[in-house]
C-alpha cells in the first residue's frame, strides 16, 4: 500500500500503520504522529547509514515513543483546560432532573446515549451531536440541563460568559471568538457551555458592522468544530432565540435545537425535594406546595428555599429555641415571590417550540 501524505485521509493513515506496525491509531492522532514516523525514519537512517523502512520506523516509534506523544497531547488538553477554568460536575445532578421533564428525554436520547453507546451508534450510522442550542425563557434550567450532561458523561465543564469575550473591548470580540473556538476544537471530553448565546450570534438584518462580523466568524467556526473527531459538545443557550441569527439555525450549523421550558407537577416535585432535603424541616405538604407554584421556575424554586432558609435561620436566633420549616412556611414565602413565567410568556414559548425546534 502506497501512502501520499498531501493526499490521504486520517483513516487511510490509520490503515497504512496498522498495516505497518500491527497497532491502531486514533484517526485523529494519524495525521501528527504519520509525521513523527516520517521523521523517525529519516532519523534512524541517518543514524545506522542506511534505509530502516517504514516498518521498522513505525514499530520503533510507537512501542517506544507513542507513550511520550499521548502524554504530550493529554498535556496540553489539561493546560488548556485549566486556563478555560474547566470543573468537574458530579455526576448527582442528572438525578435532580424529572424523568417526566420533556428536555431530559430529548436530551438523553440524542446527547447522551449516542455519546455513551458509541459502539451501537456506529453499527447504525448514528453520529452524536457535536453543536447544540438550548432556548427558552429565563430560570428554566437551560444552564442546569448542561452541566447535567457534563455531570453524566463525567466530562470536564467549560463556561464561556460573552463578557468575557468583550474583555480586550468590542472591536476584539471576534478575534477571541475565533481564538476560543480554535482552543476547543482541541479539547477531549469537555462539554463547552457559552450562555446568552444572542449577545455573539445575533441577527445580521439589522446588525452592526463588528456585530455583523462576530455572527460570521461563528458561522465560519462551527463547521470547523464538528469536523474534528473529538469527543466534545459545545452548546450555546438564549432566553431570546427569536433574535438568533437565521443561518445558525438551520441544520448544518447545530446538530440539535432543543426546548426547555416549563415545568410539570412532578419536575417541580423532583427540584422541590432535592432542595427540602438540605432545610430543618417538621411537617410539609408537599403536594399542596407545588399547587401554589405552578408558573415557578427551577430557579424560582431555588430562590423559595433561599427565603424559607433564611427566614428559619432568623426565626430561631430570635427565640433561641428549635425551629422546624412547614407547610405554613412555605406558604407565607410564596407569596412575596413573582413567578418568572406568565401564562404569556409560555403561550410565546410555545410558538417558538413550534417554529424552531429540531432534535
Not at 11 to 23: A, F, K, P, T, W
Not at 245 to 252: E, Q, T, V
Not at 301 to 318: A, G, M, N, T, W
Request: include cysteine.
Amino acid at each position: 500500500m502506497e501512502i501520499s501524505t498531501n493526499e490521504s485521509t486520517p483513516e487511510d493513515l490509520v490503515s497504512y500503520i496498522l498495516e505497518r506496525s500491527g497497532h491502531r491509531v486514533d484517526p485523529e492522532v494519524a495525521p501528527e504522529l504519520w509525521q513523527r514516523i516520517l521523521q523517525h525514519k529519516w532519523f534512524l537512517s541517518e543514524k545506522l547509514g542506511r534505509d530502516v523502512g517504514m516498518r521498522v520506523a513505525c514499530i520503533d516509534l510507537i512501542e517506544n515513543q507513542l507513550s511520550d506523544f499521548e502524554g504530550a497531547r493529554e498535556e496540553e488538553n489539561l493546560r488548556i483546560l485549566n486556563e478555560l477554568g474547566a470543573r468537574r460536575v458530579d455526576r448527582s445532578i442528572w438525578d435532580t432532573i424529572s424523568d417526566s421533564q420533556p428536555p431530559k428525554q430529548i436530551v438523553n436520547r440524542r446527547i447522551i446515549l449516542p455519546l455513551t453507546e458509541t459502539d451501537l451508534a456506529r453499527k447504525h450510522g448514528v453520529t452524536p451531536p457535536k453543536a447544540i442550542i438550548f432556548f427558552g425563557p429565563p430560570g428554566t434550567g437551560k444552564t442546569h440541563f448542561v452541566r447535567a450532561v457534563a455531570g453524566v458523561l463525567q466530562w470536564w465543564y467549560v463556561e464561556v460568559s460573552p463578557s468575557s469575550l468583550m474583555s480586550e473591548g468590542e472591536e476584539k470580540l471576534g478575534s477571541n471568538l475565533k481564538r476560543l473556538m480554535e482552543r476547543i476544537r482541541d479539547l477531549n471530553e469537555a462539554v463547552v457551555f457559552i450562555d446568552e448565546f444572542e449577545e455573539i450570534a445575533g441577527s445580521r438584518d439589522q446588525a452592526s458592522r463588528i456585530d455583523k462580523s462576530i455572527t460570521n466568524e461563528f458561522l465560519k467556526q462551527v463547521p470547523k468544530l464538528k469536523k474534528k473527531d473529538k469527543k466534545s459538545v459545545l452548546v450555546c443557550a438564549t432566553n431570546y432565540i427569536r433574535e438568533l441569527d437565521a443561518a445558525l439555525l438551520r441544520p448544518g450549523r447545530f446538530d440539535c435545537v432543543i426546548p426547555v421550558g416549563g415545568l410539570d407537577d412532578l419536575s417541580r416535585r423532583t427540584i422541590f425535594e432535592h432542595y427540602l432535603a438540605g432545610v430543618n424541616k417538621g411537617e410539609v405538604d408537599q403536594q399542596e406546595i407545588i399547587n401554589k407554584i405552578p408558573l415557578f421556575t427551577p430557579a424560582d424554586i431555588e430562590y423559595l428555599f433561599q427565603r424559607v432558609k433564611q427566614h428559619s435561620f432568623e426565626r430561631e436566633y430570635s427565640r433561641g429555641k428549635d425551629y422546624k420549616v412547614t407547610t405554613k412556611t412555605f406558604l407565607e414565602m410564596i407569596p412575596t415571590i413573582r413567578p418568572t413565567l406568565t401564562k404569556e410568556i409560555i403561550a410565546e414559548f410555545e410558538q417558538e417550540c413550534a417554529k424552531y425546534s429540531r432534535y
